[in-house]
């Protein structure tokens, strides 16, 4: 599922890529193996090279809730609490063997201030990380669950290869039957 999170595959990003291939350590990652685990410190950021991950948020009940993906070809990591060195606010959970590339939030404070050029990317990265949040809660308040659904069938037509529909349910905020009543309806 190429760029399902949009800012990953700007033109400008090749130079954070290029980091990660570069100063990175290579970590091979089995299924259901944690990148990192909410309320540790959350310490790296890396490039998926292959696989899959989810974010995952337990409530104060024990509930856990999917809140978030990253692919191939993108970036993983509580990045808001890496780079602020707190307490990562989700686990980050490989939902597929995977193949990353990691640096240190320490390494990657060195690299965004290397120059103009990387600083203006830690901008931009940090401005599409607030648009991503702020569309997401847009569509929570503003979409029917049906609508949500529909907009990732058609933003990303094979995702139920890579997602359960138990997941798909908790990242639209609904339960697994609303899935299931949609799918029969519109597909």
């Not at 990953?8 to 990192?36: I, P, V």
Request: one cysteine or more; proline letters at 2%; charged letters at 30%.
């Amino acid at each position: 599922m190429k760029n399902f999170n949009h800012y990953a595959g700007r033109e400008e990003f090749s130079a954070f890529k290029d980091f990660f291939l570069t100063h990175g350590q290579c970590k091979d990652m089995k299924k259901k193996e944690y990148f990192t685990q909410q309320g540790a410190l959350a310490t790296h950021g890396a490039y998926i090279e292959e696989g899959l991950f989810r974010y995952i948020c337990t409530d104060d009940r024990g509930c856990e809730h999917i809140v978030g993906y990253s692919f191939a070809g993108e970036y993983v990591g509580d990045y808001p609490a890496c780079l602020k060195k707190e307490k990562a606010m989700v686990s980050i959970q490989a939902a597929s063997d995977a193949r990353i590339y990691y640096a240190s939030a320490e390494d990657m404070r060195k690299f965004f201030s290397t120059n103009e050029t990387t600083q203006n990317l830690e901008r931009i990265l940090a401005e599409e990380l607030f648009v991503q949040t702020y569309m997401r809660l847009l569509d929570i308040y503003c979409k029917t669950p049906a609508e949500l659904y529909l907009d990732l069938v058609r933003r990303y037509p094979d995702f139920l290869n890579y997602i359960t529909l138990k997941e798909v349910a908790s990242f639209l905020r609904v339960t697994p039957e609303t899935i299931s009543h949609i799918r029969k309806k519109y597909e």
